[in-house]
Structures are given as structure tokens and as C-alpha cells.
């Protein structure tokens, strides 16, 4: 067991560190775990912090080859929340001090669009007095959107580079314009450029990935200085064209701690960042996003996406809590971050204090 124990006393890691890490089985596995919760403890305390996430449209342009909710899949009964039903989400979430909402949605690039969420956003602001913090993710904008959102008061921003791996980014998108690696990466700049906290991540566990990949997507976060990660599994769905590859993907389980292993690391790497416990952990173990939480992450994002609509937000298979409303979601929480030794951060934005450092060093 001594390599392991040898690397985690480290304050720098190799390539092949990393990868020995994603390797560990057994104890040592859950001597990497601990030292995530250890490291998580001491740079960002034990405090949770809630974003209530409103998948808002499950309407996309994009055609990306492992999502259900893919614009060519003809079987997704599409669906756009109102104005009002967005609205009250989002008064639930402040209701329930959330402390933050995020919006997601698929892909639309136009100008209505825009506007709509820069009204939104606008809104969101005003029914709570500005109490809650607004991140948005709604993919690949101009610059010049990112910037009216922000203004408009969005102050972060999810967007997955879903691999830093070109050749396989290529195996999973269809080769066009509108799927372009290096217009993903150009986005990721200009939102932190304009001021967002910027977030992105990972699909880990795709066909044709290796830990090898997984460690330069780690290696990547930590080179640009990522503010916030959302990580967690890939999960296959029958109705998207990477299916036919599922017999080469890893059986679910070692997705799933592998998963965990990545969390854990990408603590160890980037103390003080804020990482999500991705709700693909809960499809695979009810309790997936409580064992992300103990192991590094400090971010959950409870789905406040009225009942009605959970359904027909199906990026995978299996996704959780399909069938609750709200108010039940929450219920549930409250006691599943207890008995993952966390605190909810109620009422307060929790925002990256690896954000917070360089603001103040630049
Ligand atoms: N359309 C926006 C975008 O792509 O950035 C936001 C919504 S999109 C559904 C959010 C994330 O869902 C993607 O970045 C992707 O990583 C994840 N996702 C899609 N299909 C998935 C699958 N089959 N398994 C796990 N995660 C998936
Ligand atoms: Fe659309 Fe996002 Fe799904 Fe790609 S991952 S198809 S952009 S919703």
C-alpha cells in the first residue's frame, strides 16, 4: 500500500501520480477518500452549499452524440417552462434559502433568446431582493451575451468541456461547426474574462477514455484556474448514438468510483475551489452525491424543475427524483447532507473562494 500512502503525502503530483491515484482499489482507495475529506475540511470547511437547478427547456440545437434530450432524437416530448413557472422556481428556492439557482437548458443561440434570460435574470434579482445568486448554463454564447447576462447580474457559469481530449471530443460530437472543441475552449476564456466565476467539467467514464485523459482533464482545470467543477459519470441512453459502444464502457459501479477517485483528487490538486456532486452520481447509487460530498465536493444542485416537466429532462438513463416535487426534494436532503457530516449553507451564496483569493490578488 505504500505507494499511495508515499504519493498523498505529496505537495506535487506527476502525471503518473495522477494516475496511480485514479488506479487505487480497496484501501487505498478509501485512504485517497479520506485525505479528500481531510484537504476539503481544512480549505473549505464542511459547509454545503445549495444551487437550486431549473432545467428550464429541454428544447437544443445541438446534436451532441451522448445526451437524450439531442435535437435529432425524435422520441423527447419537448418542453419550455414559462416565464412564471422559472419564476417561481425561483421563489421556492428563496422560500427554502437556497441561496443560489442555476438555469439550464439545451442550446439556443438566439437573439430572443437573449433577451428572455437577460429578463430573467433581471427578475430573479428583484423577487429576491437580490438575495439570490444566479449561475446560468445554456452552453456556447457570443461574447457579447455573456456580457448582458452578467451585467444583467448572472455571476457564474457552467460550461463542460466534456473532454480535453480532441480526437475523442470529435468521436462524441458530430464534426460541424456548431460542435467545435476550440469554440468551446475560446467560451470558457471570454466568461472568465468578463468576470464570471467559471465552471466546467467532465464526463468520466465515456467509451474510449482513458484514466490517462482523465488526468489531463485534471491537469487542465488546474492550468487555467478553474473556479468550480461539475463532474460526474457518463451514463448511457438507448436513444442516443453512443450507445452502441456501451460493452466497452466500464461496468457501472467502477464509473461510479472512479467518479469519486476523480472528485477526491481534484480536491487534493485545487484546495480551495468549489466542486459539484454531480446528480449522474445519484443515478447509479441513491446515495451517489452524499458520497461525493464526503470525499472533496461542497456544492449540490437539488432539482427545483417543477414535477411535471422531470421526465422530459432525460440526458441518461435513470436519472433521480424524476417523480418528486420540490418541496419533497428538499425534505430528503436536509437529512442526506446530516449524515454526510455536512452543514447546509443556508441562505448564503457560497461563492468559490478560489475565485475570491485571485480577485484579490489581480
Ligand atoms: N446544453 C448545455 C450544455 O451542454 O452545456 C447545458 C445542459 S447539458 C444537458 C449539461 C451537461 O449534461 C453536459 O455538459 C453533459 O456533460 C451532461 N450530460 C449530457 N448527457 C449525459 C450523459 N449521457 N451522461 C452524463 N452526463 C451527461
Ligand atoms: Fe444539447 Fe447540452 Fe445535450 Fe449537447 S449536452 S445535446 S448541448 S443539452
Redesign the pocket.
Known amino acids: 500500500m505504500g505507494a499511495i500512502s508515499t504519493i498523498l503525502e505529496q505537495s506535487s503530483f506527476s502525471h503518473s501520480d495522477l494516475e496511480q491515484l485514479l488506479m487505487c482499489e480497496g484501501n487505498e482507495m478509501r485512504l485517497l477518500f479520506s485525505k479528500g475529506s481531510t484537504v476539503k475540511e481544512k480549505f473549505v470547511g464542511n459547509k454545503v452549499y445549495f444551487r437550486g437547478l431549473v432545467e428550464f427547456s429541454n428544447v437544443?440545437d445541438?446534436d451532441?452524440y451522448?445526451?437524450?434530450?439531442r435535437r435529432s432524437n425524435l422520441s423527447v416530448r419537448r418542453y419550455n417552462l414559462t416565464d412564471s413557472e422559472i419564476l417561481d422556481a425561483a421563489l421556492f428556492a428563496d422560500e427554502n434559502r437556497f441561496g443560489s439557482v442555476v438555469l439550464?437548458?439545451?442550446?439556443n443561440s438566439s437573439p430572443a433568446f437573449a433577451d428572455r434570460i437577460t429578463n430573467l435574470i433581471t427578475r430573479i434579482k428583484q423577487l429576491s431582493d437580490g438575495r439570490l445568486g444566479i449561475t446560468l448554463?445554456?452552453?456556447?454564447q457570443s461574447d457579447m451575451v455573456y456580457r448582458q447576462w452578467f451585467e444583467a447580474g448572472a455571476h457564474r457559469y457552467?460550461?463542460?468541456i466534456?473532454t480535453t481530449n480532441q480526437s475523442l471530443y470529435r468521436k462524441l460530437h458530430p464534426d460541424d461547426q456548431l460542435h467545435d472543441f476550440n469554440r468551446r475552449m475560446d467560451c470558457l476564456h471570454s466568461l472568465r474574462a468578463i468576470g464570471y466565476q467559471t465552471g466546467t467539467?467532465?464526463?468520466i467514464g465515456l467509451p474510449f477514455q482513458t484514466n490517462g485523459d482523465l488526468v489531463n482533464d485534471l491537469l487542465f482545470f488546474q492550468e487555467f484556474g478553474i473556479d468550480m467543477v461539475g463532474m460526474?459519470?457518463?451514463?448511457?441512453?438507448s436513444e442516443?448514438p453512443?450507445h452502441k459502444f456501451r460493452h466497452e464502457l466500464l461496468p457501472i459501479q467502477e464509473r461510479f468510483d472512479l467518479s469519486l477517485k476523480m472528485i477526491a483528487v481534484l480536491r487534493i490538486l485545487m484546495n480551495d475551489i468549489n466542486i459539484a456532486a454531480a446528480t449522474?452520481l445519484q443515478a447509479i447509487d441513491p446515495l451517489g452525491r452524499e458520497k461525493g460530498i464526503k470525499v472533496g465536493a461542497n456544492i449540490i444542485m437539488p432539482n427545483i424543475t417543477p414535477g411535471f416537466y422531470r421526465n422530459d429532462y432525460s440526458?441518461?438513463e435513470n436519472k433521480p427524483c424524476v417523480d418528486e416535487e420540490p418541496a419533497q426534494c428538499k425534505g430528503c436532503l436536509d437529512a442526506r447532507i446530516a449524515l454526510a457530516d455536512g452543514e447546509i449553507g443556508y441562505g448564503e451564496w457560497g461563492d468559490s473562494i478560489h475565485f475570491i483569493n485571485n480577485k484579490r490578488k489581480g
Not at 451522448?66 to 434530450?69: E, S
Not at 460526474?232 to 441512453?237: A, K, L, S, V
Open positions: 437544443c445541438k451532441c451522448y445526451c437524450g434530450i439550464q437548458a439545451g442550446e448554463s445554456v452552453g456556447e457552467l460550461l463542460r466534456e467539467g467532465v464526463m460526474g459519470p457518463y451514463i448511457e441512453h442516443t453512443l449522474a440526458l441518461y
